[in-house]
C-alpha cells in the first residue's frame, strides 16, 4: 500500500491579510505562510494507516514559501518520503485547477493507491483539489471524509453529509480523499526530531512543466468584506461584562 | 428554448436541504437574464414534500441507489445530466454533495468553476461572482467570461423562500444506468445523526465554545458554566475534530443547526461553516480576542475579553 | 552511590533451614520459617533498576537515582505541597515501576529549583525532568495545552502565537521614543530585550512602558530588536523542547550578530537565565542583566518626584533568585521608592515558593488543575496577603497575570499586584497614587 499525501501551504489566518497593490491577490510578501490545516489531519490519516499496516507514505508538495518546513515536519512525524515540485512562480497564487495537473504530473510516474489530502484550503476559489485531482486523473474520489477503512484493496470511506447524516461507501483503488478529519488530532513532532530530520533526510525536488491552462474565475478585486457592526460591544472589567451579560439571560428568562 | 441554469438537488435523505432552494431562487433570476430555462436535477427517489414550481423542468435520474449516497455515483449521475441537456451555468453547493462534484465536473467539462459564492448575477454576456475567501476574512469579486460555468454557493448565503414558489415544471426522466454501472463506487449505508444523549437543538441557552479554548482541559472551565446556568455545551468544528467533545455537540453545517434563544460563543472566530448552524439564534453574545473575528459580524452582543478572565466571572454571578 | 544505572543486581541469600547454636550452652533454635531466618547479608532491595537505568541513560537524567529517601525535599517543593508530585516520590514511584516517561507527574515539575537546594544527594531535577521530557515529546507524548505553546513559538517566535510583526506594538504608549534597532542601527548601550510576556500581554505591555520611561528619564542609551525579536526560549526548553531553544538560539544569535550593544538588559528572569548559563555553553557569550540588576545599579540618580505609600511584600522569581542568585537587586529599589514599607513573606529569598509558571507550568494551569488541590499561585497569593501587604511587588512578567488572577480567585482582590517597574515610574512621576 502506498499514500501519497499531497499538503500546501497557506497564508497564515491568525494575520491581517493585505491585498496587493492592482488588489487581485493578498500581498506575499507580506504574510506568513503555514501548512494547511486540513491537509494535516490527511497526514495524520495517512501516518495512522501506516501504523496499522505496512502503508509508506510519501508527501508531495508544491513549493511554496516555507513548504520545507512542513515536509520536514511531516518526515519527522514518520512520512517515508518528501517530494518538492517545482517549475512555477513558489510566491505567486497557484490556483487549485493548476495545482492539480502539476500534481497529477507528478503521480503520472508514481505507484500509488491512494492519496489524502485535505478538503479544503482557504483559498480555493477554483473548487477543492480532491475533486478536480480525481477527475485530472480519472479515478473514484471523495470528499469531507471523516472515515477511512482499507482493507486488503477495498477502501471504505465516510462522509459527512451536513445535520450530522454520514454517507458510507466503497471505492475502487487507486482513489483520491478530501480529508474533513483523521481518526486522532494531528501528532507532536518535536522540533529536536524535525532537526534530526532536516540532517539526516532529504526532500526529492521535481521539476514540473505545464503547458496546459484552464478555464478560471478572473478575480476583479479582493477586499475585507464591510463590517456590518452588528455587534454591540462590551466593555469594562470582566466582572463589569458578566453582569451586563447575566443581565441579558435573566432578562429573557434562561438564568 | 435551451436550458440555462442547471441546479443540482442535493438532497441524499429526507427532506431536501434549504440550499436548494437558495439556488433555485437565483437560479431563475440567472436563467431569465440569459433568456433560457431553470432545471433541476434530483437523483435517488423525488423528494415528495419539495416544491420545485420556480422551476420550468425537473429531471429525475432514475436507477440510483437511494439508500446510501456515492460520490463517483452521484458524478456519473449529474454529469450524464448535463452532457445532455448542456446548461450554461451549473448550480451547486459548496457542501458535501457540492464539493464532490463541482471541481471533478467542471474538470470533465473543462469549465471554470467558482466555489464560496454568497452572490452571483449576470450581466451581459458575464456572471460576476462574489465568493468568501480566507475563512471570510476577505471578498474576491471575480467575473466568469466561458461556459458552461460552474457556481457553488455557500449554504446560507442566499434568500430561500423565492425557490420554494408553486409552479410545475415538466418532469423528465434520464436513464443514467451505463454511466452508473461504469463509476468506480457504490454506497453501502447512511448513518443517521447519533441522537443519544445530548440535544443541542431543542435548548434555550447554549454555552458554545471554539478553538480559542486551547485544550480539552481547558474545557472544565467552559462546562463547569454550562453546569452552573444548566444549558448543553456546545462546540465549534475543531473542538469536535480535535477529540475533546463528542459528534452531538457540534454546530454547524456538518453538525446541528441550532435556533436557541441565546447563544453564547466564547472562542469562536465564526468561520462560514459554523455561522451557518448558530446565525438564526435570537441573540448571539460572542467572547473572541480578536476583534475583527467574522463572529462579531453576526452577533449581537460582542465582547474582546480573553474567555479565561470572563468564564469563571460569569459562573461566579450564575453559580453563586 | 550507584552511578549511571549499573546498580548492584539485589543478592537475597535466605536460608531454607537456620539452626541457630548459642556458643555457650550450646543449644539449638530452629527458627526456619521465622522473620529472622534470613542470617546473611543482602542488599535491601527488591526492585530492578530498569526504571533508573533508562532514565540515568540520558544525559541530565543520572542524578534520580542517587536519592536515598531522606525527605528533605518533601517540605520546599511546592508541588509536593498540593499534589501527588514531589521528587522524593518520583524516585519511590519509578523504583516501584513507574514509567516516568508516560506519567502525568512528569509535567509537574516547575523547575523552580528548591529540592536541589536541599538535597545532599544532588539529585538535581532541574536536569531529570527536562531530559525525560525530551523523550517523551520526541515520542508524541505531551499534553495538549503544550504542545500547541511548542507549535506556536516554532511558528511565530512567541509562547502566546501573536503576530510577530506586533511585537513592538506596546511602544505605542510608552509615551517615549523606543528606539528600534533596524530602524536605527547605530551602536547602543543597552539592548532591552522585552521578550514574550512583556511585548504581548496587556500588564506587561504596561510595565514595558514604565521601563520604556525610566531608562529614558535615566539617559540610558537603549533600543530594542522590535520584529526581529524572538522568545529565548528557557521555560520551552525545560518543559522538554530542546531542539526548539536550539533553533530559536541560532536565529536570536543571527539577529544579535548585526548589531553593537554593550549588554542586554530583560525583565524575563527566565530568558535571563538562558543568556546567563546556557546560552555560554554553546559559545554565546554576552553580558546579560535582569532589569532590576541594571535598576538597582543607578538607583542614585533616580529622582522620586512623588511617594508611593503602600505597604509592599516581595515575591522572589525562582529564576532571579535561587537560580542566579539575585535577591538584592529587586529589595533595593522597593526600599528606595518613598513611602514604600517593605514585608517579607514566611517564604522569601532562597526559600521563596514557586508561582507555578516555570519549566512549562505557564501554559499547563489546565493540565495541572486535574491533578493539584489549588494552584501554586494561589497558595502563594495567600502568603502574600498574610503579610498585611497592599502590593504584591513581582519582578518577572509571568507573575503579574498569573497573580493577579489568584488574587481574584481566592478573595484577595485588595492585593495589588504590580511590577517593580510600574511602581518606580509611578513614584518617579509624581502621579498621585493611592491604595
Redesign the interface.
Same mark, same amino acid.
Do not use: H, T
Given at each position: 500500500m502506498h499514500i501519497v499525501v499531497a499538503m500546501r501551504q497557506l497564508a497564515d489566518l491568525v494575520e491581517e491579510l493585505e491585498v496587493n497593490g492592482d488588489g487581485t491577490d493578498i500581498d506575499r510578501d507580506f504574510v506568513k505562510f503555514v501548512s494547511n490545516e486540513w491537509d494535516e489531519a490527511a497526514l495524520e490519516e495517512a501516518l495512522t494507516i501506516k501504523d496499522e499496516s505496512a502503508a509508506s507514505v510519501t508527501v508531495v508538495a508544491l513549493d511554496e514559501p516555507d513548504v520545507d518546513q512542513t515536509l520536514y515536519a511531516a518526515l519527522a512525524k514518520g512520512a517515508d518520503r518528501a517530494v518538492k515540485l517545482t517549475g512555477h512562480d513558489p510566491s505567486a497564487w497557484v490556483r487549485t485547477r493548476e495545482r492539480a495537473q502539476r500534481i497529477a504530473s507528478f503521480l503520472a510516474h508514481e505507484e500509488f493507491d491512494l492519496v489524502l489530502t485535505g478538503v479544503q484550503a482557504a483559498d480555493d476559489l477554483d473548487g477543492q483539489l480532491a475533486g478536480i485531482l480525481g477527475s485530472t486523473l480519472d479515478i473514484p474520489h471523495a470528499a469531507v471524509v471523516v472515515g477511512v477503512e482499507l482493507t486488503g484493496s477495498s477502501l471504505r470511506v465516510a462522509q459527512e453529509l451536513g445535520g450530522g447524516l454520514v454517507g458510507v461507501s466503497e471505492l475502487e483503488l487507486p482513489a483520491v480523499l478530501g480529508v474533513q478529519a483523521a481518526r486522532q488530532a494531528p501528532r507532536y513532532a518535536s522540533i529536536t526530531r524535525i532537526r534530526q530530520a532536516m540532517q539526516t533526510q532529504k526532500i526529492e525536488e521535481q521539476e514540473v512543466s505545464l503547458e496546459v491552462t484552464t478555464p478560471q474565475v478572473t478575480v476583479r478585486r479582493l477586499y475585507p468584506p464591510e463590517k456590518q457592526g452588528g455587534a454591540t460591544m462590551l466593555t469594562g472589567s470582566a466582572k463589569d461584562v458578566a453582569t451586563e451579560i447575566v443581565n441579558i439571560l435573566r432578562s429573557k428568562g434562561l438564568v | 428554448m435551451a436550458i440555462a441554469v442547471l441546479v443540482v438537488g442535493e438532497r441524499v435523505a429526507g427532506e431536501s436541504p434549504d440550499v436548494t432552494f437558495e439556488l433555485l431562487g437565483r437560479g431563475r433570476e440567472l436563467a431569465d437574464a440569459l433568456s433560457g430555462e431553470l432545471a433541476v436535477v434530483v437523483v435517488n427517489d423525488l423528494d415528495e414534500g419539495a416544491q420545485f414550481g420556480i422551476a420550468d423542468v425537473l429531471y429525475v435520474v432514475d436507477g440510483m441507489d437511494s439508500a446510501s449516497y456515492s460520490a463517483p455515483q452521484w458524478e456519473a449521475a449529474i454529469g450524464a445530466v448535463i452532457q445532455r441537456v448542456s446548461p450554461q451555468v451549473v448550480l451547486v453547493s459548496t457542501g458535501t454533495v457540492g464539493i464532490d462534484l463541482a471541481g471533478a465536473l467542471a474538470t470533465k467539462f473543462n469549465a471554470p468553476l467558482a466555489s464560496y459564492v454568497i452572490d452571483v448575477t449576470a450581466q451581459g454576456d458575464k456572471l460576476v461572482v462574489t465568493s468568501q475567501l480566507y475563512g471570510g476574512k476577505l471578498l474576491s469579486e471575480g467575473e466568469i467570461d466561458a461556459f458552461p460555468a460552474f457556481v457553488s454557493v455557500l449554504p446560507g448565503s442566499l434568500p430561500v423562500e423565492k425557490g420554494r414558489a408553486q409552479g410545475s415544471p415538466r418532469v423528465e426522466h434520464i436513464d443514467a444506468g451505463d454511466q452508473l454501472r461504469l463509476s468506480k463506487g457504490r454506497g453501502t449505508e447512511l448513518r443517521e445523526p447519533d441522537t443519544s444523549g445530548v440535544d443541542i437543538t431543542s435548548a434555550a441557552l447554549l454555552v458554545s465554545v471554539g478553538r480559542g479554548i486551547g485544550s480539552k482541559e481547558n474545557l472544565e472551565l467552559v462546562a463547569e458554566l454550562a453546569e452552573a446556568m444548566k444549558a448543553p455545551l456546545s462546540a465549534s468544528r475543531p473542538v469536535i475534530d480535535q477529540g475533546w467533545l463528542p459528534k452531538p455537540h457540534q454546530v454547524g453545517k456538518s453538525g446541528k443547526k441550532v435556533k436557541p434563544t441565546v447563544y453564547l460563543a466564547f472562542g469562536i472566530s465564526g468561520a462560514p461553516e459554523h455561522l451557518e448552524g448558530m446565525r438564526s439564534a435570537e441573540t448571539i453574545i460572542a467572547c473572541n480576542t480578536d476583534p475583527s473575528a467574522p463572529i462579531f459580524e453576526v452577533a449581537h452582543y460582542g465582547t474582546t475579553l480573553d474567555l479565561f478572565d470572563l468564564v469563571p466571572e460569569l459562573t461566579d454571578i450564575v453559580g453563586g | 552511590m550507584p552511578v549511571g544505572g549499573n546498580k548492584q543486581a539485589p543478592v537475597i541469600t535466605e536460608l531454607e533451614e537456620a539452626i541457630v547454636v548459642s556458643p555457650l550452652s550450646g543449644r539449638e533454635w530452629d527458627v526456619s520459617g521465622a522473620t529472622s531466618r534470613m542470617l546473611e547479608s543482602r542488599v535491601l532491595t527488591d526492585y530492578g533498576s530498569a526504571g533508573f537505568a533508562r532514565i540515568a541513560a540520558l544525559e541530565g537524567g543520572e542524578s534520580l537515582e542517587y536519592c536515598y529517601g531522606c525527605g528533605k525535599c518533601v517540605p520546599v517543593c511546592p508541588v509536593d505541597l498540593v499534589s501527588e508530585y514531589g521528587p522524593r516520590k518520583i524516585h519511590r514511584r519509578v523504583q516501584t515501576g513507574l514509567d516516568l516517561f508516560r506519567s502525568d507527574e512528569l509535567w509537574m515539575c516547575t523547575t523552580c529549583g528548591n529540592c536541589l537546594r536541599v538535597c545532599p544527594k544532588q539529585v538535581n531535577m532541574i536536569e531529570v525532568m527536562p531530559a525525560v521530557r525530551?523523550v517523551a515529546?520526541?515520542d508524541?507524548t505531551? +499534553?495538549?495545552?503544550l504542545?500547541?505553546v511548542?507549535?506556536k513559538t516554532?511558528?511565530?517566535g512567541n509562547a502566546l502565537?501573536e503576530? +510577530?510583526?506586533r511585537r513592538h506594538a506596546w511602544t505605542k504608549g510608552a509615551d517615549v521614543e523606543v528606539r528600534v534597532l533596524a530602524n536605527d542601527p547605530r551602536p547602543v548601550d543597552v539592548l532591552f530585550y522585552v521578550e514574550d510576556y512583556w511585548s504581548y500581554h496587556p500588564r506587561g505591555q504596561q510595565a514595558a512602558q514604565a521601563f520604556a520611561r525610566i531608562l529614558t528619564s535615566l539617559d540610558v542609551d537603549f533600543a530594542i530588536l522590535g520584529s526581529e525579536e524572538k522568545t529565548l526560549g528557557d521555560s520551552q526548553r525545560l518543559a522538554?523542547?530542546?531542539?526548539?531553544f536550539?533553533?530559536l538560539m541560532e536565529q536570536v544569535v543571527e539577529v544579535l550578530s548585526k548589531y553593537q550593544f554593550n549588554r542586554i538588559v530583560t525583565p524575563d528572569p527566565h530568558g535571563f537565565n538562558a543568556l546567563r548559563k546556557i546560552y555560554p555553553k554553546y559559545g554565546h557569550d554576552y553580558e546579560a542583566m535582569h532589569y532590576s540588576q541594571l535598576l538597582a545599579s543607578m538607583i542614585d540618580r533616580i529622582e522620586f518626584q512623588g511617594t508611593l505609600d503602600a505597604k509592599v511584600t516581595f515575591h522572589d522569581p525562582c529564576y532571579l533568585g535561587r537560580h542566579n542568585g539575585e535577591y538584592e537587586a529587586p529589595r533595593k529599589l522597593l526600599e528606595a521608592i518613598p513611602g514604600v514599607e517593605l514585608l517579607e513573606m514566611g517564604r522569601c529569598r532562597e526559600n521563596s515558593y514557586c508561582c507555578g509558571g516555570g519549566g512549562g507550568g505557564m501554559w499547563l494551569d489546565?493540565?495541572n488543575?486535574?491533578h493539584a488541590s489549588e494552584r501554586l499561585s494561589e497558595r502563594r497569593v495567600r502568603e502574600a496577603a498574610e503579610t498585611g501587604a497592599d502590593i504584591l511587588a513581582v519582578a518577572c512578567p509571568y507573575e503579574v497575570s498569573r497573580f493577579e488572577?489568584a488574587a481574584?480567585?481566592t478573595g484577595n482582590e485588595h492585593l495589588r499586584v504590580m511590577d517593580i517597574a510600574e511602581m518606580l515610574d509611578i513614584a518617579m512621576r509624581a502621579q498621585d497614587w493611592r491604595i
Open positions: - | - | 525530551e515529546m520526541a508524541g505531551i +499534553p495538549e495545552e504542545q500547541q511548542m507549535e516554532f511558528r511565530y502565537g503576530n +510577530p510583526r522538554g523542547e530542546k531542539g526548539l536550539e533553533s489546565g493540565f488543575s486535574n488572577d481574584k480567585s
